[in-house]
């Protein structure tokens, strides 16, 4: 595989997993996450700080990545408790203000804006630096999708989707908010701490930059693109989000590599409204009879 | 030590104003048409440039000041297309917001595919000048926003106040069908309401473009501040707002100048975190209580 195809493909994979944490809340429990790439932020900076700092063995940078995310996932949940919808929606985005000001302002820990270099990347044996990137993420990225569909399909799913639909409904037959959000918001963390491990080993560099505002817009129209409620929307969300712009390299506008990243918002950001007024349910999301974005 | 205690309260309430300023920018589009409009972030940078294209090119500043109004207001109506759009097609205020985000990232990509990332500033010479008053230097610039700010809030409040405006405003906040069929013109509230806030944007253009530098992400700035104001006030009025902004703008400069510029946005996304946790709803209810209350304390005067 070419080193070009491989990053292409390292580059879905990261976005695949911020993508099925995001998918994870908005999915069955219609809360719309901005703190996704901001809690896989923290999964990164442990991971990072574990290996370059402490030496620990890459599945001890793992754990302290699931932990230090889940955690952070728990301090949101707590803060959310008493809101919803709009108000969910603003929690998450001054919860992933505030992170990203502390990775860029906490410099003894996390180095600010020039970030944690030097993380040692994936090594499986036979395979060169980038497959083996890609063989580890896949493989996380394959076990995250297969562990949330079965929850999707298990009794803990189902209340998550009955409080999705109807929080009145719910409460009357017994679930409770306070404690499914509890469950479910560490647990999309969790997912999001996977996503910062990869990050780390993968791009061997741990900055703010990537786990910004703009990042979380970029995941959130992703999905909504994709289709929520599917792991399948997540991924060809991301799929889409990262291959549209490879094609708009041919695109004849300027310094087509250097503007990329630009078109990309560009494009996102137009197909996010369209694909809001005119598919809803984005390319694979669940039909509009079983609820769409209307009450995402 | 009071000197710079002084100066920072002075700088704060300036501050507050601004940040008032911006809140209510906000709030007036949202009791209008429920959107939250995200993509002011947008408009600010958009205007900001128009500025820099004309003035800063040696326009005249009036043919500017023209200008850059009339780009706010129309590029506010264009979103407000945008927003009605999204609701006709069954978009509830949730989608609407993440609709209204899209726009802000495409918009902020398209001025900076046209402008380029460079930072230029605003500040022109009748920007730079300070007035003392006992040892508080005030700059002009703070002076010439916060009058301008002051000004536009007074029409906005007379408007609301002594016209059907305001009940004409409120009724479509709580159901636009029907106010409509009460005979409210929505489309006209909607668009005056945009208008106004598309006044203030201008001022808070030139206020972020003067103070700091005019980039395609500008706007972002003033957009979490007034979010985290109409939320710290009270989503549903314009006066929660600006109290809200007010309070976030003065804490925002004290925190500055006792601990550093580097706490500041922590400290006022902290208070919006404790807010949500003990007052979801804001000042807003606080302040109504307080309405309440003297309403019944007139109406007991009048009837003894």
């Keep these: ?296 | 030590m009071n000197n710079l205690f002084l100066q920072s309260l002075s700088n704060g309430l300036f501050n507050g104003i601004l940040f008032g300023g911006i809140a209510v920018s906000l709030a007036v589009a949202h009791l209008s048409s429920r959107a939250l409009h995200v993509a002011i972030g947008a408009v600010i940078a958009l205007t900001a440039y128009q500025w820099l294209a004309l003035v800063g090119r040696g326009s005249p500043t009036l043919f500017g000041v023209l200008a850059i109004v009339v780009s706010a207001f129309g590029a506010n109506w264009v979103f407000l297309a945008a927003y009605r759009w999204l609701f006709r097609r069954g978009v509830d205020e949730d989608g609407v917001i993440v609709g209204s985000f899209g726009l802000l990232t495409a918009g902020t990509a398209a001025l900076e595919l046209a402008y380029g990332s460079e930072a230029y500033s605003l500040r022109a010479p009748w920007m730079l000048g300070s007035i003392s008053l006992d040892g508080l230097r005030i700059s002009n610039i703070d002076l010439i926003v916060s009058t301008c700010i002051l000004l536009l809030l007074f029409a906005l409040w007379f408007t609301t106040r002594l016209g059907s405006f305001g009940l004409q405003l409120r009724s479509i906040f709580h159901d636009i069908r029907e106010a409509e069929i009460a005979g409210v013109n929505a489309t006209l509230v909607q668009v005056v309401a945009y208008a106004f806030c598309g006044a203030l944007v201008v001022v808070i253009a030139l206020a972020i473009g003067s103070r700091a530098s005019v980039t395609p992400q500008m706007g972002f700035f003033p957009l979490l501040i007034g979010i985290a104001a109409i939320v710290v006030g009270g989503m549903g009025s314009i006066l929660a707002a600006f109290v809200g902004g007010f309070i976030l703008g003065v804490i925002w400069d004290i925190v500055g100048i006792y601990w550093g510029t580097i706490w500041q946005i922590g400290a006022v996304f902290g208070i919006l975190g404790m807010m949500l946790l003990v007052l979801p709803e804001g000042l807003l209810p606080l302040l109504q209580r307080r309405a309440s209350k003297r309403t019944v304390d007139n109406l007991g005067a009048q009837s003894s």
């Design chain 1, 1 to 296: 595989m070419s080193a070009y195809i491989s990053s292409v493909v390292i580059l879905f994979l990261l976005y695949g997993l911020l993508c099925l944490s995001f998918d994870f809340l908005a999915g069955d429990l219609r809360l719309l996450s901005l703190a996704t790439p901001a809690m896989a932020g923290v999964g990164a900076y442990a991971a990072a700080i574990a290996d370059v700092s402490w030496a620990w063995p890459m599945w001890a940078g793992l754990l302290s990545a699931v932990i230090a995310a889940a955690l952070v996932g728990f301090v949101l949940a707590i803060m959310s408790l008493r809101v919803a919808g709009v108000y969910f929606f603003l929690v998450t985005m001054s919860f992933a203000l505030i992170l990203v000001t502390a990775f860029d302002q906490l410099r003894s820990v996390t180095n600010g804006p020039t970030g944690i270099r030097g993380i040692t990347p994936f090594d499986v044996a036979g395979l060169s630096t980038l497959d083996s990137g890609i063989a580890v993420s896949g493989l996380m990225c394959a076990a995250i999708a297969v562990c949330i569909v079965l929850l999707r399909r298990s009794y803990l799913g189902r209340r998550w989707r009955a409080l999705g639909e109807d929080r009145l409904a719910a409460a009357n037959v017994g679930i409770s908010r306070t404690a499914e959000l509890l469950k479910a918001v560490p647990l999309a963390g969790a997912i999001a701490g996977v996503a910062g491990f990869v990050h780390a080993h993968v791009i061997g560099i741990v900055n703010p930059t990537p786990f910004d505002l703009t990042a979380a817009i970029l995941v959130l129209s992703f999905c909504i693109v994709g289709g929520l409620g599917r792991v399948s929307g997540a991924l060809v969300g991301a799929a889409v989000g990262v291959l549209l712009p490879e094609m708009l390299r041919f695109v004849p506008i300027g310094d087509a590599v250097s503007q990329q990243p630009l078109l990309r918002q560009l494009v996102f950001g137009l197909l996010l409204f369209m694909f809001l007024a005119i598919r809803p349910t984005g390319l694979l999301g669940r039909s509009k009879a079983k609820g769409g974005l209307e009450q995402a």
